[in-house]
Every structure is written in structure tokens, then in C-alpha cells.
């Protein structure tokens, strides 16, 4: 596994590590796959996971290993949940809506929670991180955009676009330049995707943005 964590080349003065590449390539299709409500963006997701989770642990990103642990767990269940939803549906495909208010306040609550929890853990226990807290907002917002993309919710979109906001700084200063492009091209998918679930959820006449049950 050494490669993995080698010097692939060198690109603007920042050295691009294997793994980093190849994670987040995979980690993009997975991404892509997602927009497209393809069944195999969570293999991909997984795949994306173990690579990635070589190149933090191997960096004292505690919090960005740890996310690629949280990555491969969810990812086994949201495969498990399209599966059933695509069993479910009359067409095989799988329906998308917004949250409700709840759902949103379950979201948005889970992640300030999470987040202050995460982050004080490393602060307590410097060893575990380099960036505590954005480290953890990290952490955090992946489970929470994962979760909410694995109950077909518009709302993974956006909080996508939460996390990306710090990753792409934190993955520049830490040596994961590659990283750092991928996300940019995240965030121009993360908006066309979100735009393409905003007119699905529509079209498909399932309770979006209150009443319907959690």
C-alpha cells in the first residue's frame, strides 16, 4: 500500500499523491453516479472510502480518515436503502423529494451537535487532528449529506456545498491538492445535480417541503 501514498506528479508546485488522485476520481464518478440516481454511486462511494481513508490516516487527519469510515459505513447502508426504494417503486427508479421542516431541523441540529462533539474531542486530544474544527465540520457534514442523499433528499445537495466550502482550503493547506481541484468540480456538479433533483422532486408529486412524515 506505499504506492498508494507515493508521489504521483507534480502540478502548479503542489506534489499530487496517489491515493489523493485516485480516491477522489473514484470519489467524483461516485458523485456523478449519485446525480443520476444510479444504485452504483454507493459502490463507488465505498471504493472512494478505503482509498482515501489510507491517504488521511497517513496525514494526522483524524477527522478526514474518520469521515472515510463514516463514508463506507453509510454508503453499505444507502446502498441497502436505494435497493429497497427502487423495489418499492412501480418503475424501478428512485424517487427524490425535499425534506420536511422536521427532517431539516433533525439535519441541521445533528450537524451543529455533531460538530461541537467532533471538534472538542480533538481539541481535546490534539494527537488526533492538525484542524480540530474544521476537521470535524467535515467529519460531520459528510454523514450528514450522506444521510439525507440515502433518504433521497434535495437537501444532500446543499449540504454538500457546506462541506466543500471548507474542504477545498483545508485540503490545499494540508498537502491534498488534488483534493482541493476535485472539489472545485464538486461544487459545479453539486449545483447541476441539485438543480436536476429540485425539477425531479417536482415531477414526481411526493410531499416536499412540509407534511410529509419523517
Do not use: C
Amino acid at each position: 500500500m506505499d504506492w498508494l501514498n507515493g508521489e504521483a506528479f507534480t502540478a502548479f508546485g503542489q506534489h499530487i499523491k496517489w491515493s489523493d488522485m485516485i480516491g477522489n476520481v473514484i470519489g467524483l464518478l461516485a458523485l456523478a453516479l449519485g446525480w443520476r440516481r444510479s444504485i452504483w454511486t454507493w459502490p463507488a462511494q465505498f471504493l472512494s472510502g478505503v482509498i482515501l481513508f489510507a491517504a488521511f490516516a497517513t496525514s494526522h487527519l483524524t477527522g478526514s480518515a474518520g469521515k472515510q469510515v463514516v463514508v463506507m459505513a453509510v454508503a453499505a447502508w444507502g446502498y441497502w436503502q436505494w435497493t429497497r426504494g427502487r423495489q418499492q417503486a412501480q418503475d424501478g427508479s428512485i424517487a427524490v423529494r425535499f425534506a420536511t421542516w422536521r427532517e431539516r431541523g433533525y439535519l441541521a441540529g445533528g450537524a451543529v451537535v455533531g460538530t461541537l462533539a467532533v471538534g472538542g474531542l480533538f481539541t481535546l486530544y490534539p494527537s488526533l487532528s492538525w484542524d480540530p474544527w474544521p476537521d470535524a465540520y467535515i467529519f460531520v457534514g459528510t454523514l450528514v449529506a450522506m444521510v439525507a442523499q440515502a433518504r433521497g433528499m434535495v437537501e444532500f445537495w446543499f449540504a454538500w456545498l457546506l462541506v466543500d466550502l471548507v474542504g477545498v482550503p483545508l485540503n490545499f493547506a494540508n498537502g491534498f491538492a488534488f483534493s482541493g481541484f476535485v472539489y472545485v468540480i464538486y461544487g459545479a456538479l453539486v449545483l447541476w445535480g441539485m438543480r436536476d433533483w429540485w425539477l425531479r422532486s417536482r415531477r414526481s408529486g411526493r410531499p416536499s417541503l412540509e407534511g410529509a412524515p419523517a
